[in-house]
């Protein structure tokens, strides 16, 4: 069973840089995406990258977010930059993987705040 672990949250003010990181322990992974949940809203895609380090955004980040990995593929971080009022959220990393099939497990979410 993959477990993740984030770090990296925190409050900032905008203009200001965090680093999110998202370490995966066990067999893993295909994929390492990280989404954000705003208080009253939907979760969202944020950034993603897959094992060949291909890497897509969301329109509103890019530029200003940076997703990579390291260590064989298991640890990914979202380097966010220019940080926006707007970008506060709780941030969500989901891994996938294949073990018997196709499957995905989510973080436990880390919370940016980004004040004026």
């Known amino acids: 069973q993959v477990q993740l672990v984030e770090s990296g949250g925190g409050s900032v003010q905008a203009g200001g840089s965090l680093r999110l990181s998202c370490a995966a322990s066990?067999?893993?992974?295909?994929?390492m995406s990280w989404y954000r949940q705003a208080p009253g809203k939907e979760r969202e895609f944020v950034s993603g990258?897959?094992?060949?380090?291909?890497?897509r955004y969301t329109d509103s980040v890019k530029g200003r977010f940076t997703i990579s990995q390291e260590n064989a593929e298991k640890t990914a971080y979202l380097q966010m930059n220019s940080l926006k009022p707007e970008d506060t959220a709780t941030y969500y990393c989901?891994?996938?993987?294949?073990?018997?099939?196709?499957?995905?497990?989510w973080g436990q979410g880390t919370l940016v705040t980004v004040s004026d």
């Open positions: 066990g067999y893993c992974c295909d994929d």
């Open positions: 989901k891994v996938s993987y294949w073990s018997w099939g196709s499957r995905e497990v």
């Open positions: 990258i897959d094992s060949n380090g291909r890497t």
